[in-house]
């Protein structure tokens, strides 16, 4: 499996596990792809805005979506995606 295919496997597990995501103006992006020292599995990260609660008394900045970030990991061989984590710092 290539990287473009394991790209799409996430994609796919994104939208099954948020289906309320699909054709909205927030749609998930492609952050990072890294393969696994070991050559094993593809971990790929998407990001998605989330709407924050509207507040009338609030700037407008703080308004703005939030960015969250979610890393899958995808088997190398079978496309089979592993987990979904939330990224942490390094």
């Not at 909205?24 to 593809?42: A, F």
């Not at 008394?57 to 979506?65: F, R």
């Amino acid at each position: 499996m290539d990287e473009r295919q394991a790209i799409e496997a996430a994609f796919r597990y994104f939208y099954i596990l948020y289906p309320n995501r699909l054709g909205q103006e927030y749609d998930p992006s492609l952050e990072e792809i890294e393969m696994s020292k070991d050559g094993r599995y593809w971990l790929v990260t998407l990001g998605f805005d989330e709407r924050r609660q509207q507040n009338p008394y609030l700037p407008k900045y703080l308004q703005m979506p939030l960015r969250k970030l979610k890393s899958f990991k995808v088997d190398a061989v079978s496309g089979r995606v592993l987990s979904m984590k939330i990224p942490r710092d390094e």
